[in-house]
């Protein structure tokens, strides 16, 4: 079992900026992409970004430019530096992680960015 923990939400204005963290633990043999998702109330989830066991980061299109994915392999960590937060950037952001075949969810944090 893999377990996916996310700390670093929050309460931001519009242009500011916020980080987020995920920590992964438990029998892990080895972890290939890491990312993010959101969501928003009565929407389905979002692919955010993420980033393969070769630290090559994808993002969608609406946080290119303002959004930096990163990871540390040595820690089974991944890292979503958000700035210029837009409201539209509000929702509950969960992290995942890809091992073995399955997907592996955090419990969620909530980003909010007021305008």
């Known amino acids: 079992q893999v377990q996916l923990v996310e700390s670093g939400g929050g309460l931001v204005q519009a242009g500011g900026s916020l980080r987020l963290s995920c920590a992964a633990s438990g029998t892990i043999f080895r972890i290939n992409a890491m990312g993010w998702y959101r969501q928003v109330p009565g929407n389905q989830r979002e692919l955010v970004a993420f980033?393969?066991?070769?630290?090559?980061?994808n993002y969608a299109d609406s946080v290119k430019g303002r959004f930096t994915i990163s990871r540390d392999n040595a820690k089974d960590t991944v890292n979503l530096q958000m700035n210029i937060l837009e409201p539209e950037d509000t929702a509950v952001y969960y992290c995942y992680a890809h091992v073995l075949g399955r997907l592996y969810w955090g419990q969620g944090t909530q980003v909010t960015v007021s305008s």
């Open positions: 980033i393969t066991s070769g630290d090559s980061p």
